[in-house]
Structure formats: C-alpha cells, structure tokens
C-alpha cells in the first residue's frame, strides 16, 4: 500500500497509511485525537486482512473508559 486508504473494523474506522517503511494507522472517531499505532519494518507490506488483524488486535487492548491502551 503506497496511499492512504480506510478500514472499518468492528465498527471502528481507521486511515491507514504507508510512508514506505512503515504502516500508520490512525483511529479516526476514536475518543482521543489521532490516536493509533504503528508497524514498522516488514510491516509495510501487510494485507489487507492482516491489517484488519492488526488493528482488532489493538482494539482488544483499549480500556474502555480512557480509549487508551490499557496498562
């Protein structure tokens, strides 16, 4: 993926994007502004079902209360 491109997973909508050597996914009506993660490294060359897989993953870790990554 060279472009910016959107994904809903469980509900959730997130801008995805590749800036080569990297993939950056952002939650785009999460509760905190710009909040998402990133894969580095081989990542960049994810599918798109592994992308899915990778953002139900970090969804699993959000404490519901704060829509942070639990501690």
Not at 17 to 46: C, E, L, M, Q
Request: hydrophobic share 35%.
């Amino acid at each position: 993926m060279t472009e910016a491109a959107q994904f809903v997973v469980d509900g959730e909508e997130f801008d995805v994007v590749s800036d080569g050597g990297s993939i950056h996914h952002t939650w785009v009506k999460g509760p905190n502004a710009k909040y998402g993660f990133s894969i580095g490294g081989s990542g960049a060359g994810r599918t798109d079902d592994e992308i899915r897989s990778a953002i139900r993953a970090f969804l699993s870790e959000i404490e519901p209360r704060t829509g942070c990554l639990a501690d």
